[in-house]
């Protein structure tokens, strides 16, 4: 059975860092494409970033060059790497993946993916 665990999320000070993991189990994340999905309060679903089955990245306009994806193949975990966070990240995020086989992108929209992890909450204040 696939699941999806996201840990890491906290408390952090404007300008601090957070590792956020999405450990997988029941699949093999080498085959999947796997996005990273946050949601303040009041908004939308915003896809941040991703990383496509070739292991291509992408990033959302508000995180480029602050957010880093990676991934871990013997840990079979995604990682996303936050610096620089700013109170307007604040959000809870949640990894998702999709079986795209064929495919060598990676979408940064909810329809695009198939499986989601519950969350972990990401709260940036001083």
């Known amino acids: 059975q696939l699941q999806l665990v996201e840990s890491g999320g906290g408390l952090v000070q404007p300008g601090g860092s957070l590792r956020l993991s999405c450990a997988a189990s029941g699949i093999n994340l080498d085959n999947y494409a796997i996005g990273w999905f946050r949601r303040a309060p009041g908004k939308e679903l915003e896809g941040v970033s991703c990383?496509?089955?070739?292991?291509?990245?992408r990033y959302a306009d508000s995180v480029e060059g602050r957010f880093t994806v990676s991934t871990d193949a013997a840990k079979n975990t995604v990682y996303l790497h936050m610096n620089s966070l700013d109170p307007e990240d604040t959000s809870i995020y949640h990894c998702?993946?999709?079986?795209?086989?064929?495919?060598?992108?990676?979408?940064?929209?909810?329809?695009?993916?198939?499986?989601w992890g519950q969350g972990t909450q990401v709260t940036v204040s001083s």
């Open positions: 998702a993946v999709v079986n795209n086989y064929g495919y060598t992108y990676c979408g940064l929209t909810e329809v695009e993916y198939n499986d």
């Open positions: 990383i496509s089955r070739s292991r291509r990245t």
